[in-house]
């Protein structure tokens, strides 16, 4: 199976900074990576699909890079909206597996 | 309108049996790959089972297989998740989750708001 590290687990910042979070994968997997948003209660988001491809509706201070085996989410102005938990999910191969998520707090 | 309906949780015994299902609608449903994702109480999300357009091809996480089976019913619009032998580990919330349009999985672009499943004496 491929595992996902990602990182931090967590972290605390403000409205307005810039947030960077990193998925690694255990081997290569092209660009077959997405990044989710959860809050509390509710189901999963997706932002970006294909590493760095933004989903529709989905405000351009988020972005996506890299291929292979490093991956970054980065919010470029973190809002009040942002404060959530953030997971990648990779779906090169089977079983498709989540990075274990990093919690995005207000400081 | 994307929309997924999932129904079917509730609280069984540990080796008990449960089925879930997820009603699909505002999309052409035969035209989608669609997946289970679920989550334990306070932990990460878990990718589960998937099943491609026509049924013809499945997968799941070695935790689920040989107890759960993943169905759809193009006709219908619906997923379905039949869960076997549960044990307590498999207590999450299940969530159903329209992947691909295309010949293998990309992902998750529309999720329901999930069922509570329950294992416990």
């Known amino acids: 199976d491929i595992q996902m590290t990602q990182s931090p687990s967590s972290l605390s910042a403000s409205v307005g900074d810039r947030v960077t979070i990193t998925c690694r994968a255990s081997?290569?997997?092209?660009?077959?990576l997405g990044w989710y948003q959860q809050k509390p209660g509710k189901a999963p988001k997706r932002l970006i699909y294909?590493?760095?491809s933004l989903q529709s509706g989905v405000p351009s201070r988020f972005s996506g890079s890299g291929s292979g085996t490093e991956f970054t989410l980065t919010i470029s102005s973190l809002q009040p909206e942002d404060f959530a938990t953030y997971y990648c999910?990779?779906?090169?191969?089977?079983?498709?597996?989540f990075g274990q998520g990093t919690k995005v707090e207000i400081k | 309108e994307v929309q997924l309906v999932e129904s079917g949780g509730g609280l069984v015994q540990p080796g008990g049996s449960l089925r879930l299902s997820c009603a699909a609608s505002?999309?052409?449903?035969?035209?989608?790959?669609m997946s289970w994702v679920r989550q334990a109480p306070g932990k990460g999300l878990e990718w589960v089972a998937n099943i491609k357009q026509d049924g013809s091809e499945k997968y799941y996480v070695d935790s689920v297989k040989g107890r759960f089976t993943i169905s759809r019913d193009n006709a219908k619009n619906s997923l379905y998740l039949q869960m076997n032998s549960l044990r307590a580990e498999d207590t999450a919330v299940y969530y159903c989750?329209?992947?691909?349009?295309?010949?293998?999985?990309?992902?998750?672009?529309?999720w329901g708001q999930g069922t509570l499943v329950t294992v416990s004496s």
């Open positions: 505002g999309f052409t449903f035969s035209s989608y790959w």
């Open positions: 294909a590493a760095s």
């Open positions: 081997q290569g997997i092209r660009n077959d």
């Open positions: 999910l990779q779906h090169n191969s089977y079983p498709q597996t």
């Open positions: 989750a329209r992947d691909s349009p295309y010949s293998s999985s990309w992902g998750f672009d529309y």
